[in-house]
């Protein structure tokens, strides 16, 4: 028996030697060959939503809309002991798996490669432990009658329905782990009869058999908390709104292809014209302890999913994300983006849930940005059973629903002032913390705010130009003399500050090109935000 035991460690060791032999990178390339045909006709590379969407929100179809140059991903497939696994436009880069030599070699084999990132930096020795992400949300409690009033009131979205601001109109797309029988189960009838359930893609199996895997329930119970529909007993956040779904999670694993899958799913939702994501999902610890991430490198602007939501926030995209569910151990990514609006949980009381990831100083923004019930939250599960279940899973997406509903209400409203009415609605904005961040919104209040600036905006401030060559102006209201105006880059660090006067021309010649966010400071305290784009 002893020596049948050590048999089995050594061929166990053997495996696991073998398994991290194989290498994980991303491979950047170095053009897009097809780049300026491309963009001299956006509709071959996007869809007249995502035109649209850009148009109207000032935001620059640039080399990264267009797609990653398909025979530089035939030669990768070709290359020795290469598996190829998922592309980015964004990034022009594809990820691959291989053995390090092999990888290596494609630097030299290849002038069309221009770097390769290892997963695995080598920097350190980072043992973190590895547990099943949804071991809290497992936790299904069956009952016979159930409602969402708590935790739609407790955001204050019921008014916005009652309104008529239900999310019509808005395309949202949710990137899970596995959406079972969406297209087949009561709880989403509703949804299927108005059209409003556009399929999607699994990015883990490559297929658009999107609701075939049935490994995980996961995404059909946070898909539920918005689009969810039985007469008189369940309604979601944001009934009305226009789903895609993207399967991303690959639960038998933890490994970073699983980032790559992700920042495909952003892609794809952006060049379809979506303009709410929602993903309960995140990274920190990976089965290979030599990819997972060091707390330090949870900064909002450091793994390859943060850099991706931060230009995904720059595309005109709003990403809401759970905070995570590792309580003191921190946020994971890419919650942990600046670009990203982060959800922590709280109970039916509106109290901090234990389980709920906490924010730090590490984080480049606030983190947690604000809370949403997640402790005991109403779910249709895929047997459509009305259930209860804990998770930053699905406080993200209630809250997502309800972001959504605020879209429709506020259409001309930038992500970024989204985000801020949001956050500013909320229950502790004055005095934010890294448990709830700045509370639990208001998503009336948010309304009311989003209705106050936008009038402010078109009736009294004018900036332009916009896009910004080298500098702007500000046309302010005759009863106004100067006010106080300040600029942040995407990652929320401020690089200008200063009092002005009508027509003052202001510089930005020494810019780096990219999106800012423009904050006019009024007089009542209030303050009004522009996307200004330097070209």
């Not at 109109?169 to 990137?175: E, L, S």
């Not at 899970?176 to 199996?205: C, H, Q, S």
């Not at 990976?286 to 850099?307: E, I, M, V």
Request: with cysteine; proline share 3%; glycine share 6%.
């Amino acid at each position: 028996m002893v020596l049948k035991t050590q048999l089995f460690l050594v061929t166990f060791l053997v495996c696991q030697l073998t398994v991290f032999a194989q290498q994980d990178a991303w491979i950047y390339f170095t053009d897009k060959p097809t780049a300026t045909a491309s963009l001299s006709n956006p509709i071959s590379i996007l869809t007249q939503a995502a035109i649209d969407r850009k148009a109207n929100h000032s935001v620059a179809i640039d080399e990264r809309d267009v797609p990653v140059h398909e025979p530089y991903i035939t030669l990768i497939k070709a290359s020795t002991g290469i598996i190829y696994k998922a592309k980015s436009k964004w990034f022009n880069a594809v990820h691959v798996r291989g053995s390090e030599a092999d990888i290596n070699s494609l630097m030299t084999t290849h002038d069309l490669v221009d770097e390769i990132v290892f997963a695995d930096s080598n920097l350190n020795a980072r043992m973190e432990s590895v547990q099943n992400k949804f071991q809290v949300e497992a936790n299904l409690t069956n009952f016979n009658y159930g409602t969402t009033q708590n935790q739609v009131e407790m955001l204050n979205v019921d008014e916005l329905h009652i309104a008529n601001y239900t999310g019509d109109g808005v395309v949202v797309a949710v990137i899970d782990a596995g959406f079972p029988n969406v297209n087949t189960m009561a709880g989403f009838e509703r949804l299927r009869t108005a059209g409003n359930l556009k399929g999607g893609y699994d990015f883990v199996d490559r297929t658009t058999a999107v609701y075939t895997s049935t490994a995980s329930q996961h995404g059909t119970q946070v898909l539920s908390t918005m689009a969810g529909f039985v007469q008189d007993q369940y309604v979601g956040t944001a009934p009305d709104a226009t789903y895609y779904l993207f399967r991303t999670e690959d639960v038998a694993s933890e490994n970073p292809v699983e980032e790559s899958y992700w920042l495909e799913a952003v892609e794809r939702a952006d060049s379809l014209g979506v303009q709410v994501i929602n993903t309960s999902l995140g990274y920190k610890g990976f089965d290979n302890a030599n990819y997972s991430y060091t707390t330090a490198q949870l900064n909002g602007n450091t793994t390859y999913s943060s850099k991706g939501a931060n230009i995904a926030f720059e595309k005109g995209l709003i990403l809401i994300n759970s905070a995570g569910n590792s309580g003191a151990s921190g946020i994971v990514t890419p919650a942990d983006a600046a670009g990203v609006l982060t959800i922590a949980a709280v109970d039916g009381n509106g109290i901090y849930a234990s389980f709920s990831s906490q924010g730090s100083v590490i984080q480049l923004t606030h983190k947690p940005d604000v809370a949403a019930r997640g402790s005991g939250s109403y779910v249709i599960n895929s047997s459509n059973q009305i259930s209860q279940s804990n998770g930053t899973s699905f406080s993200s997406p209630i809250l997502a629903g309800g972001v959504a509903s605020l879209v429709q209400a506020l259409p001309d409203a930038t992500n970024a002032e989204i985000m801020a009415y949001i956050r500013e609605s909320a229950s502790q904005y004055s005095s934010p913390d890294f448990f709830l961040g700045y509370g639990i919104p208001d998503f009336q209040s948010a309304l009311t705010l989003g209705l106050s600036h936008q009038t402010a905006k078109q009736l009294e401030f004018e900036v332009f130009p916009n896009p910004v060559h080298s500098e702007f102006f500000i046309k302010l209201p005759y009863t106004t003399d100067s006010i106080f105006i300040s600029i942040h880059n995407v990652l929320g660090v401020l690089v200008y500050e200063n009092q002005v006067e009508s027509m003052q021309p202001i510089s930005m010649e020494t810019f780096s090109k990219g999106l800012y966010l423009l904050t006019i400071h009024t007089e009542n305290k209030k303050s009004i935000t522009f996307k200004l784009i330097k070209e």
